[in-house]
Every structure is written in structure tokens, then in C-alpha cells.
């Protein structure tokens, strides 16, 4: 039975750490995409202060970029929403697996001091009958 429990305790542990990459891996995906968000942002933010002093057809063509770098952000976001949703669920799944493991964890912790227990039942039941037995013997060899 033990030797089932600490299969099971290992499997744990192997799920918790791949849940664990998965969540770090996930993570940085999240970086990224906030980081790509940003540089997006970023060059809005650049071509609107570059408006000053342009022509009318200049302008056009700036407000048509805007339009399509704002497009383009929103898309990004959007993208950058659900990489950010599926940090979440990793990061759940890596708490999961977590809890499975120190669940097991205890279960063999529980099992192994049950196993003390009788084994010093045992113990305790050989040395009584070995202490009634001797005290037998010495009542038996003691002249009344």
C-alpha cells in the first residue's frame, strides 16, 4: 500500500511542477504581449505629439494611421486579455496541483504513523506477555 501512496506522491509532484512551467511559460507570454501593447501605445502616443505644423494631406494620412494603429491596439488587448485569462487558469491548475500534493502528502504522512502505531502495539503487546510470563516464572520459582 505504501508502495502505491508514494507513486501516487511522486505523480503529484511531477504534475505540480508542470503546472508550475506551464503557469511561468504563460507568465512570460503575458509580458510579452503587455510589452507589445505598450510599444503600440507608445508610437500613438509619438505620431499624435508629431501633428503640430502639418499639412491637411499630412494630417489625413495621421489620423489614418491612428485609426489603424487604434484598431490594431484594441486587437492586441484583446489578445492580451486572454493570454492574461490563461495565466489565470494556470496559475489555479498550479495551485490545484499544489493542494493535491500535500493531500497525498498527508495521506502518507497519516498511513506511515499508522503503521508506528501498530507496530509498537505489537511491541507493546510482546514485552507484556514476556512481563507476565517472567512474572509467572518468578512466582512459580519463589518458595511461599
Same mark, same amino acid.
Given at each position: 500500500m505504501s508502495d502505491v501512496i508514494d507513486r501516487i506522491q511522486r505523480l503529484r509532484k511531477l504534475k505540480e511542477r508542470a503546472a508550475q512551467m506551464e503557469w511561468m511559460a504563460s507568465d512570460a507570454e503575458r509580458r510579452e504581449q503587455e510589452s507589445h501593447v505598450q510599444q503600440l501605445v507608445d508610437r500613438m502616443e509619438k505620431s499624435r505629439a508629431a501633428v503640430d505644423g502639418m499639412r491637411l494631406s499630412s494630417l489625413e494620412h495621421h489620423h489614418h494611421f491612428v485609426h489603424a494603429m487604434e484598431m490594431r491596439r484594441r486587437k492586441e488587448q484583446e489578445i492580451l486579455d486572454d493570454v492574461v485569462e490563461g495565466v489565470e487558469e494556470k496559475r489555479? %491548475?498550479?495551485?490545484?496541483?499544489?493542494?493535491?500534493?500535500?493531500?497525498?502528502e498527508a495521506v502518507a %504522512?497519516?498511513?506511515e504513523e499508522e503503521r508506528m502505531v501498530e507496530s509498537r502495539r505489537e511491541e507493546t503487546k510482546l514485552l507484556s506477555e514476556h512481563g507476565v510470563l517472567r512474572w509467572r516464572r518468578l512466582a512459580e520459582d519463589t518458595p511461599e
Open positions: 489555479q %491548475e498550479m495551485q490545484e496541483r499544489a493542494l493535491e500534493r500535500r493531500t497525498i %504522512e497519516l498511513r
